[in-house]
C-alpha cells in the first residue's frame, strides 16, 4: 500500500488533517525533519481529532534518516511538484510507492525531486493558482493512487 511522506512539514493543521486522512485510509504516515512545530503542538492534536491512535505514524529526523529508511523498505519515490512531469491523473501508481510532498512554503527539495523515481502534479485550471493547500494535495494524490490499486473497498 502506498504510504505518505511529508517533508520538512510547516503548518500544524496541514499535518493533523493528513494525519486524519492516512488514519482513515490504513496509509502508514512519514513526517521527515525538521518539523516547522512540535509533536505536541495543540492545533496538530486538535486537526487530528481523536484519530491519533489510528495513525501509522513514523518520524524521521532528517532527510537523511528518512532515506535510509526508504532504500531499506524498496519501492518508488514519487514527488508530487507543481513543476512534475506527469499529471497525477495519468500516472500509474504502484503499491510500494512513497508519496511524498513538501512543506507548504517550498515544496520539496530539488535535490530530493532529482533523486526522484517520477514527479507528478495536480493540474489547475485557473493559471493564476499555483497550487493547493497541502492537506487537499496530499488526499487527491492518494485517494487516487488507492483507487488505481483498487484499495477504496
Excluded at 61 to 78: H, K, T
Amino acid at each position: 500500500m502506498p504510504q505518505l511522506v511529508l517533508i520538512h512539514p510547516q503548518i500544524p493543521p496541514n499535518t493533523g488533517n493528513i494525519a486524519r486522512t492516512c488514519a482513515a485510509t490504513g496509509t502508514e504516515l512519514h513526517l521527515v525533519g525538521p518539523l516547522g512545530f512540535e509533536i505536541s503542538d495543540r492545533y496538530l492534536k486538535r486537526a487530528g481529532l481523536d484519530y491519533w491512535p489510528y495513525v501509522n505514524l513514523h518520524c524521521h529526523e532528517d532527510l537523511a534518516a528518512f532515506l535510509a529508511c526508504r532504500q531499506q523498505r524498496g519501492g518508488r519515490s514519487i514527488g508530487f511538484s507543481t513543476g512534475g512531469r506527469y499529471s497525477y491523473a495519468q500516472f500509474q501508481f504502484q503499491v510500494s510507492d512513497w508519496l511524498m510532498f513538501g512543506s507548504e512554503t517550498v515544496g520539496i527539495p530539488q535535490f530530493v525531486l532529482d533523486a526522484c523515481d517520477a514527479t507528478v502534479f495536480i493540474p489547475m485550471s485557473q493559471p493564476g493558482v499555483r497550487s493547493l493547500n497541502l492537506s487537499v494535495s496530499a488526499a487527491v494524490g492518494l485517494f487516487e493512487a488507492k483507487r488505481q490499486l483498487g484499495e477504496l473497498g
